[in-house]
């Protein structure tokens, strides 16, 4: 199936583009993993639907009242250091939370905490990784490479949570935890 520039994977011939696509596939397939992860690690610290409520909210909020201050530092700033930027933040707040699960020195105020950071972190982040592709591709390109990331995105929603759910029950909500964590940083 052909666009005005090739085919659905033409995108994928430019380095550049390649690379970043790469990254964000790995980056969202971890993320797509945390959220059950951080579920399983919410109900082990305090069996309580208001204690995970707090820690949704605690990521939520921030993603909702930021996401045009996160606009106006991606216009303002190259989005390739902001993205980079965000990833590292992301990897260390991921970093600690699996260590104070996996240790078992997880509170939910810890978890409360960090999730504020992971969600005002990617509401910068999200409009810059938006601005990248125009950045990467000509015109011809663009509808493709969307199409490539909407694709990529779908199916890591699905194999992430599947993947998680299996680390989860095998080693803990913690070492999947670790897992997304370490995608922020190879990102």
């Given at each position: 199936m052909g666009t005005t520039g090739g085919?659905?994977?033409?995108p994928l011939a430019t380095p550049n583009f390649r690379y970043f696509f790469i990254g964000q596939v790995v980056n969202r397939l971890g993320s797509s993993m945390a959220g059950v992860a951080?579920?399983?690690?919410?109900?082990?610290?305090d069996d309580s639907a208001s204690a995970l409520g707090w820690v949704v909210a605690a990521s939520s909020i921030p993603m909702v009242v930021f996401m045009l201050l996160g606009g106006a530092v991606a216009d303002r700033l190259p989005r390739a250091v902001?993205?980079?930027?965000?990833?590292?933040?992301?990897?260390?707040?991921?970093?600690?939370?699996?260590?104070l699960v996996i240790s078992g020195h997880a509170e939910i105020w810890h978890l409360v905490v960090l999730q504020a950071v992971a969600g005002t972190v990617f509401a910068v982040s999200y409009p810059a990784f938006l601005g990248m592709v125009p950045i990467l591709l000509p015109v011809e390109e663009r509808k493709a490479a969307?199409?490539?990331?909407?694709?990529?995105?779908?199916?890591?929603?699905?194999?992430?949570?599947?993947?998680s759910g299996?680390?989860?029950?095998?080693?803990?909500?913690?070492?999947?935890?670790a897992v997304d964590a370490t995608t922020y940083l190879v990102a």
């Open positions: 085919t659905r994977l033409s951080l579920a399983f690690a919410v109900l082990d610290i902001v993205l980079r930027g965000c990833n590292l933040v992301q990897g260390v707040a991921q970093s600690i939370t699996a260590f969307f199409l490539l990331i909407g694709q990529a995105t779908s199916l890591v929603g699905i194999l992430g949570p599947a993947v299996l680390l989860v029950a095998t080693t803990g909500p913690g070492w999947a935890l």
